[in-house]
Antibody
Framework: EVQLQQSGAELGKPGTSVKLSCKVSGYNIRSTYMHWVNQRPGKGLEWIGRIDPANGNTIYAEKFKSKATLTADTSSNTAYMQLSQLKSDDTAIYFC??????????????WGQGTLVTVSS | IQMTQSPSLLSASVGDRVTLSCKAGQNINNYLAWYQQKLGEAPKLLIYNANSLQTGIPSRFSGSGSGTDYTLTISSLQPEDVATYFCQQYNSWTWTFGGGTKLELK
């Protein structure tokens, strides 16, 4: 069974950084793409970026290019996202999601449970 | 690519046939997925490539459409289908979600 286990809730002060993790079990992340998505309180879903863990290649949504940094550690089968220069507007639930299927053709087939990031002084 | 869902809120009765719409700002070549998100949970993939049913999803869910206009249909609404539904395009190495349709029981 494929499972994505995300790290616990974070409370960050404005101007600081947080690093979230997403540990995958039951699937080798070298064979897939890992995405990150956020959801502000009471709002919709927003795609942040994607990493190919096999080579570290990343794609970011334009508005997150200076906000988020995606990395992956294939030895521990874990994906990471660092959020920098936190502002109150970054308060949200952050989900990791993984493509599935042969040739990674099924988008966002598996999801983590989400990590709540609260930015407050 | 902007994705527009309608309606934003839909009320229906158990057993109803329900249709949700999603319109893309340009042709997305059927690279369209639908997700269901229940309150307090992560989204769940229902449909990908516009009309392919994800493994384990009940057959009352179906997707259709092409070009810029897509539809998610629930053939017979069940109480457990109460949720918010999001469409998503994944054409041209970008991924964009629609604003969502909240489905409630009448």
């Amino acid at each position: 069974e494929v499972q994505l286990q995300q790290s616990g809730a974070e409370l960050g002060k404005p101007g600081t950084s947080v690093k979230l993790s997403c540990k995958v079990s039951g699937y080798n992340i070298r064979s897939t793409y890992m995405h990150w998505v956020n959801q502000r309180p009471g709002k919709g879903l927003e795609w942040i970026g994607r990493i190919d863990p096999a080579n570290g290649n990343t794609i970011y949504a334009e508005k997150f290019k200076s906000k988020a940094t995606l990395t992956a550690d294939t030895s521990s089968n874990t994906a990471y996202m660092q959020l920098s220069q936190l502002k109150s507007d970054d308060t949200a639930i952050y989900f990791c999601a993984m493509d599935g299927g042969i040739l990674r053709i099924i988008p966002f087939a598996y999801w983590g449970q989400g990590t709540l990031v609260t930015v407050s002084s | 690519i902007q994705m527009t869902q309608s309606p934003s809120l839909l009320s229906a009765s158990v057993g109803d046939r329900v249709t949700l719409s999603c319109k893309a700002g340009q042709n997305i070549n059927n690279y369209l997925a639908w997700y269901q998100q229940k309150l307090g949970e992560a989204p769940k993939l229902l449909i990908y490539n516009a009309n392919s049913l994800q493994t384990g999803i009940p057959s009352r869910f179906s997707g259709s459409g092409s070009g810029t206009d897509y539809t998610l249909t629930i053939s017979s609404l069940q109480p457990e289908d109460v949720a918010t539904y999001f469409c998503q395009q994944y054409n041209s190495w970008t991924w964009t979600f629609g604003g969502g349709t909240k489905l409630e029981l009448k």
